[in-house]
């Protein structure tokens, strides 16, 4: 089966803690996007990386750290100094000449 | 102003009826326009994919792009239940992609 995995499904946080939310694909996509989703805000851009070892920050950044050390592997860490990181995470990823973007499954974190 | 304004409803419409979703936006430069499918606590879906001006159909779905008026709509006829779902545009003019809120249809047996 192809596609894009994220995982956990579900992930809570106490407050001063990283996280880390997993996303893979085996479509072999060259890019891949970190979205978060919050009610009545649209999807905003986290991260996005064009290749393996690059990415380039999106329009809320701050607080969060990504790596791509594989082509298939694109994670995100929510750091403590995000202040607030409860919401919906969205991994895409996008064929090298395509202009869509087929997205994961989700991962909602929740401080408590 | 915002990239992209969609209006986020909710929409309720009888099953069968024609929808009509739209979204506007001021960025002359997109050339690219989707249309994704959400259902509750899952990831998007892509839909329908259109390139510049023009219509696109698959199925139920028509998708159109009128950029002289930088405004692109959904219609989905013959609703079914099953379309209920929350109905996001995007558009790209690159690596960058800018989406709508979102509008929440509900479609009544």
């Known amino acids: 089966d192809g596609g894009i995995t994220q995982s956990p499904k579900y992930l809570f946080r106490k407050e001063g803690q990283n996280v880390t939310l997993s996303c893979e694909q085996n479509?072999?996509?060259?890019?891949m996007y970190w979205y978060r989703q919050d009610p009545g805000q649209g999807l905003r851009l986290i991260y996005y990386s064009q290749i393996v070892n690059d990415f380039q920050k999106g329009d809320i950044a701050e607080g969060y750290s990504v790596s791509r050390e594989k082509k298939e592997s694109f994670p995100l860490t929510v750091t403590s100094a995000q202040k607030n990181p409860t919401a919906f995470y969205l991994c895409?990823?996008?064929?090298?000449?395509?202009?869509?973007?087929?997205f994961g499954p989700g991962t909602r974190l929740t401080v408590l | 102003q915002k990239e992209v304004e969609q209006d986020p409803g909710p929409l309720s419409v009888p099953e069968g009826a024609i929808v009509s979703l739209n979204c506007t936006y001021s960025?002359?430069?997109?050339?690219?326009f989707m249309w994704y499918r959400q259902y509750s606590r899952k990831g998007p879906e892509l839909l329908m994919y259109t390139y510049s001006s023009g219509n696109k159909e698959d199925g139920r779905f028509t998708a159109q792009v009128d950029k002289s008026s930088k405004y692109i709509s959904l219609f989905i006829r013959d609703s079914q239940p099953s379309d209920s779902a929350t109905y996001l545009c995007?558009?790209?003019?690159?690596?960058?992609?800018?989406f709508g809120t979102g509008t929440s249809l509900t479609v009544i047996p």
């Open positions: 960025n002359s430069a997109f050339q690219y």
């Open positions: 895409a990823s996008r064929p090298g000449r395509s202009y869509t973007q087929y």
């Open positions: 479509l072999n996509h060259d890019a």
């Open positions: 995007a558009m790209s003019a690159g690596n960058q992609f800018y």
